[in-house]
């Protein structure tokens, strides 16, 4: 089956943000077929009032935030999911992402850890990075590993001591920050 045919059997009246990862994965194949089963959408929130789960009974709604002041997009899934923004293409009133291998990734990863929000009384010790250069360079080698398809997570030693596990203040006693990669092999 054409794509495209797919794509129109999708017929919207309100905007959606593709999240099948069948119709994706599809699409990245350009072989796509028809589904029986419920198309999976994230629907923004904003939308709530007027598109409601029990009128649409053919899709799969996710409602999500997208916040004008984050570079991320907050999913209201079991469980709740963050990815970061992404260039999408548009067909109709369907917002698709472009680069769907990273959608796939930063999906798998997603998951929203929340924090415990239990106060710890410390003495205040000073800052031995400063933390919005520190913040800025972390966020740009993030952004340069995964254009190479390299995903960076935290790891032991750094933000997941004890200390950090209690209560947010980040970087005030780390002096150096661990972290694994998970990348595709090359040819895979």
Known sequence: MDCSDVLESI?????AFLIDKR????????????TFTKIRIGVNMELLASVDRESHANFDIVY?????DKDYLLFYDSPTRIIPRMHVWKYGN??????????????KRSRLLRCRGMKVERKSEPRFLPLKNTLQTMSAFVSY????????????GSLLEPQFIKEISLFRKARQYH????????GA
Request: hydrophobic share 40%.
């Open 23 to 34: 119709i994706i994965g599809g699409l990245n194949r350009n072989r796509c077929k028809a």
């Open 179 to 186: 972290c694994l990669a998970c990348g595709t092999a090359i």
């Open 94 to 107: 369907l917002s698709i992402p472009q680069d769907t291998k990273r959608f796939f990734e930063y999906w």
């Open 64 to 68: 999500y935030e997208n916040f004008t």
């Open 145 to 156: 590993l995964t254009s190479f398809n390299i995903y960076p997570l935290l790891s032991g």
């Open 11 to 15: 017929n919207l009246l309100f905007p």
